[in-house]
Nanobody, 121 residues
Framework: QVQLVESGGGLVQAGGSLRLSCAAS????????MGWFRQARGKEREFVAA????????SYADSVKGRFTISRDNAKNTVYLQMNSLKPEDTAVYYC??????????????WGQGTQVTVSS
């Protein structure tokens, strides 16, 4: 069983930055693509960013391009989401996810518990 534990969420003013981390259990982290999703209150969960197993392929939602950066450290079993120039509309619960494959997200087989990000105007 794989566990994904997010951290780094909080309250920040518009224009500020936060860095989310997602620590994964198990020794197979490096084999899988990882991603971040978010869900605002009253809305459906949406894709934010994804990174292939070796960092060779990265993708972002249009709404965060140029502001967010996804990265991973396979030695630490951790994936990160650096969020800059935050906007109130970025307010949501952010979830870490592990793909069942290595290249792109495809289907998700594990989710974290989520971390709240609140951006005040």
């Amino acid at each position: 069983q794989v566990q994904l534990v997010e951290s780094g969420g909080g309250l920040v003013q518009a224009g500020g930055s936060l860095r989310l981390s997602c620590a994964a259990s198990g020794r197979t982290f490096r084999r899988y693509a990882m991603g971040w999703f978010r869900q605002a209150r009253g809305k459906e969960r949406e894709f934010v960013a994804a990174i292939a197993w070796n960092g060779g392929s990265i993708s972002y939602a249009d709404s965060v391009k140029g502001r967010f950066t996804i990265s991973r450290d396979n030695a630490k079993n951790t994936v990160y989401l650096q969020m800059n120039s935050l906007k109130p509309e970025d307010t949501a619960v952010y979830y870490c996810a592990r793909s069942s494959g290595s290249g792109d997200l495809g289907s998700i087989d594990y989710w974290g518990q989520g971390t709240q990000v609140t951006v005040s105007s």
